[in-house]
């Protein structure tokens, strides 16, 4: 008889709940300056991804895993290097539109190392950019075309502009002006996703200990008459491939 | 050559005592060197060796400035160490594999030319990451320019001019990394000497860059140099060679640790240029053929 695993709880977490480091690397729900100097507030509410596995068995989307957002480098802050890792929750938003752009590519789309959640500590978080808010993508290859010339990328910012109104793209050589590119930057802009469970009157104060657990799978299963994920009754997860 | 030419510089020889055998090895060996420079029409030609076994240093212009070409790594895994050995850095701390730096002239970023550089194995983890260990090793065994520019990009090129002066060791000039055109054209370029190579190399060698561990690890991964037609052509198969060879146009250069069995090591560095019709030649090899035959027949009087 084979076993049966049980699905892996992806938890969503107050970031004022977290231990004193995580907080001062996140800074939940502090003003940040952009490169323009617009202020925005950080996120708040994270998923919890707990170890390598699980972020790499959990889909967001269809060809999407929730790992391919949190992939860092040494840049990255060192507690964040390791697991338990955290993704703000808007990072779903980016990961469907991101599909979006797959079908109208007509290929696999791949984010580069520090191309997706970068934290406020990370060494390119110098000013705001939607990284730090889960809502933007660095992708360096498209299929197997690697990106690196001013007529890849500009079809590939073409593209994704064509996807949706609400995406941004920067211009070849966006950071310099000059001819030493190799990704397509793609973002949703600021946005913050505030699970559910999250009462908002209580936005200035920490939520209450209770844990809380990403929710769509069970709710998709329930709205297709299946069977929930009963065996995390009082917990609604998001489901790793097994 | 002409046989002019020729006489005139054997003429300056002098003649070996004939009852000192350590010197008279050292004369026939800077006949011997004269002649390999003569006969590949080098340049420049700039040697230094010390020999753990007989304690004697011998050098030919040595401490004359060459554009240092891939030996320059040396410096750069010098100072990976030394961030390692003071816990700022982790050798198995992952680095996002990307082609993009920037000059140290105009802030500018530039690529890599992807078909000059002999690494696919760096080359194939674009977009994602190796760690730095994997980085240092893949420097210095296959010389991967991109794997050195990322590693640089890590600690900072004055990290590396710092660890050289913690060591005290003059004669390696690092300002900049691989393939920095617009610094190339500002005349910006690495440089090295044999006497400082060979004081970088005797550090190591002693086990005294930074620390025993530090030094074993540098060597462990020099060891591994995967081209051998510099010094280690001109030795028995049996030898084992510690080293990092250095290539552009007009420089051929090996710079290395050589172990043989039943003596202690010897340090060797050989630096070489050429006109670009003379092209390169063996004469690396050559030298180092000549060294391990001086070294093999001294004996104490």
Known sequence: MSEVKEPTAIKVVDAFDLDDELRTILKPGEMVRDAQGRRHRLPRYFYEVPSHDVATGLRLTQHFGLNEFVLVDLKEAPRLQQFPRYVPCAVRLLAFFLEQFRAAAGASLHIAVNGGYRSPAHKLSANATPHMWGTAADIYRVGGSILRTKEAIDKYNEMAEDVSDDVRVLPYGHTTGNNADDHVHVDLGYITMIPREISEDRMEVPQEARPRFAFEERRRNDRRGRAGLTAVPEAEVLRTED | ?301
Do not use: C
């Open chain 2, 1 to 301: 050559m002409s046989a002019k030419a020729k006489t005139k510089a054997e003429e300056k020889v002098p003649l070996p005592p004939q009852t000192d055998s350590v010197a008279a090895s050292e004369v026939s060996l800077y006949r011997n060197i004269l002649k390999i420079k003569q006969d590949h029409e080098l340049e420049n030609l700039g040697i230094s060796f010390f020999d753990a076994e007989t304690t004697i240093q011998w050098s030919y212009n040595a401490d004359h400035y060459f554009h240092a070409a891939s030996t320059m790594k040396l410096a750069v895994l010098l100072g990976v160490m030394r961030q390692v050995e003071r816990g700022e850095l982790s050798l198995e701390s992952p680095v996002h594999v990307r082609n993009r730096f920037t000059s140290i002239v105009n802030q500018e970023p530039f690529m890599l030319d992807l078909a000059r550089d002999a690494d696919p194995n760096v080359y194939g983890h674009l977009g994602k990451t190796l760690t730095v260990r994997e980085l240092a090793y893949w420097m210095i065994t296959l010389s991967s320019n991109l794997a050195t520019n990322l590693l640089i990009d890590v600690i900072g090129v004055q990290t590396i001019q710092l660890a050289l002066d913690e060591l005290d060791i003059d004669g390696v000039r690092i300002l900049r990394g691989v393939e920095d055109q617009a610094a190339f054209h500002a005349g910006l370029n690495n440089e090295v000497t044999a006497n400082g190579l060979l004081k970088l190399l005797r550090v190591v060698a002693d086990h005294k860059a930074y620390s025993r561990k530090a030094s074993e690890e540098m060597l462990s991964i020099m060891l591994e140099q995967q081209y051998r037609s510099g010094i280690p052509a001109g030795l028995p198969k049996a030898a084992r060679v510690a080293h990092k060879t250095g290539n552009i146009s007009t420089v051929h250069h090996d710079a290395g640790i050589v172990y043989l069995d039943g003596r202690e090591p010897y340090v060797l560095v050989i630096l070489t240029q050429f006109s670009a019709e003379a092209g390169r030649g063996t004469a690396v090899a050559d030298v180092s053929r000549d060294i391990f035959s001086t070294l093999a027949g001294i004996r104490y009087e």
